[in-house]
Antibody, heavy 120, light 111 residues
């Protein structure tokens, strides 16, 4: 069974760059035409789509975050990653990784999420 | 402010039915059949319960159903059960590479 697990620092400083990793188990990250992506949720608030990547390396990003976001994939480690630069307190959120089986508009399965707090 | 508009809360008694609305525009919900719904219990990750307006994953009970009319999508939960108490989020494709615009979420209370 496919399992996604986020990892990264729980605390980051303003103006710095955040790096998060999602480790995939139960299937190969390159075995199908999945989309692998990230969604975030500020504490007590709603969901925001960040972006996704295919195993080919093709990426798509939210227009509001595009200038600060990079998503990459490491097939040798069965992982994909998110970097978010120029952090502010508004980036404090639970960050979820997910996959889409086929079409990129449906977020089929999610990791448990990791809380990132941006504070000095 | 979320791109899609949902009521902040709805409630119902066990066995009853409730409907949660999700209003967008003719650039998102009105333009595509790529509307999905997610259920989120406290402290848990969201879970897909409806995709493509009205398609249920096999593991989701048929008490959950979706529909769309114009710029508004709806999620109906019939035969309410206590475990249905959760937050529900709608989501729509909005064109180009904007794969997911979400509603602000609706808290369902089962009285």
């Amino acid at each position: 069974q496919l399992r996604l697990q986020e990892s990264g620092p729980g605390l980051a400083k303003p103006s710095e760059t955040l790096s998060l990793t999602c480790t995939v188990s139960g299937d190969s990250i390159s075995s199908r035409s999945y989309y692998w992506g990230w969604i975030r949720q500020p504490p007590g608030e709603g969901l925001e789509w960040i972006g996704n990547i295919q195993h080919s390396g093709t990426t798509f990003y939210s227009a509001s975050l595009r200038s600060r976001v990079t998503i990459s994939i490491d097939m040798s480690r069965n992982q994909f990653s998110l970097t978010l630069s120029s952090l502010t307190s508004a980036d404090t959120a639970i960050y979820y990784c997910y996959f889409s089986d086929g079409e990129p508009f449906v977020f089929d399965f999610w990791g448990q999420g990791t809380l990132v707090t941006v504070a000095s | 402010q979320s791109a899609l508009t949902q009521p902040r809360s709805v409630s119902g008694s066990p066995g009853q039915s409730v409907t949660i609305s999700c209003t967008g525009t003719n650039s998102d919900i009105g333009a595509y059949y790529y509307v999905s719904w997610y259920q989120q219990h406290p402290g848990k990750a969201p879970k897909l319960i409806i995709s493509y307006v009205d398609k249920r994953p096999s593991e989701v009970p048929d008490r959950f159903s979706g529909s769309k009319s114009g710029n508004t999508a709806s999620l109906t939960i019939s035969g309410l059960q206590t475990e249905d108490e959760a937050d529900y989020y709608c989501c729509s494709y909005a064109g180009g590479s904007n794969f997911g615009v979400f509603g602000g979420g609706t808290k369902l209370t089962v009285l």
